[in-house]
C-alpha cells in the first residue's frame, strides 16, 4: 500500500520547483511498473485526513505486505500515524519524502514516522517511491504480491 499525506493530490501543480511536474497519477504508474517487474501490485491512496490514513494503515496491516508511506506534514505532527504504523508488527514500512526535507526549515527535520519505518528515502524526488516498493519486495520475500 502507498499512502500519501496532505496536499500531495497536488503533486505537479504545488511548488514544482521543490516537488517537481510529475503528478500523483505518474507516480502510481511508475510505482505500479516497478512491482510488476517483481511480480506485484500497488494500491496507491491520498488523503488530506489524518484520521483517513490511520484507517488505511489499519487496513494494510491486513491485506498488503508493506507500507510505502509519504506523509506529507503528517510527518511532523502524527503521533496518530506513528501509533497505527507501530501496529503493524512485521510489515515492511518505507518513509518517502520528494524533497530533502533536512535541507529545509528546521521543523521539518523531525518525523514521527521515522521513528518506525524501516528506511527513509528523501530528497529522490518521485523517483524515491519506486525505490521504496523495490526495497518494500526485498524485505517482504517472495511470495508477497501487493504493497
Known amino acids: 500500500?502507498?499512502?500519501?499525506?496532505?496536499?500531495?493530490?497536488?503533486?505537479?501543480?504545488?511548488?514544482?520547483?521543490?516537488?517537481g511536474s510529475d503528478t500523483l497519477a505518474d507516480v502510481e504508474a511508475m510505482c505500479?511498473?516497478?512491482?510488476?517487474?517483481?511480480?506485484?501490485?500497488?494500491?496507491?491512496?491520498?488523503?488530506?485526513?489524518?484520521?483517513?490514513?490511520?484507517?488505511?494503515?489499519h487496513e494494510a496491516r491486513l491485506n498488503h505486505c508493506?507500507?510505502?508511506?509519504?506523509?506529507?506534514?503528517?510527518?511532523?505532527?502524527?503521533v496518530a500515524i506513528l501509533d497505527a504504523l507501530n501496529a503493524c508488527d512485521g510489515l515492511p514500512v518505507l518513509e518517502v519524502h520528494i524533497s530533502n526535507?533536512?535541507?529545509r526549515e528546521s521543523f521539518r527535520h523531525h518525523s514521527y514516522v521515522s521513528l518506525r519505518a524501516d528506511?527513509?528515502?528523501?530528497?529522490?524526488?518521485?523517483?524515491?517511491?519506486v525505490f521504496a516498493v523495490e526495497r518494500i519486495a526485498a524485505l517482504a520475500?517472495?511470495?508477497a504480491a501487493e504493497a
Open 32 to 57: 505500479a511498473e516497478a512491482a510488476a517487474a517483481r511480480g506485484g501490485t500497488v494500491d496507491l491512496r491520498q488523503s488530506n485526513h489524518e484520521g483517513r490514513l490511520v484507517d488505511w494503515i
Open 119 to 129: 528506511g527513509v528515502i528523501a530528497g529522490c524526488g518521485v523517483q524515491g517511491y
Open 1 to 19: 500500500m502507498i499512502l500519501n499525506g496532505p496536499n500531495l493530490n497536488l503533486l505537479g501543480q504545488r511548488q514544482p520547483e521543490i516537488y
Open 66 to 78: 508493506g507500507i510505502v508511506i509519504n506523509p506529507g506534514a503528517y510527518s511532523h505532527t502524527s
Open 101 to 103: 526535507i533536512h535541507r
Open 141 to 143: 520475500g517472495p511470495g
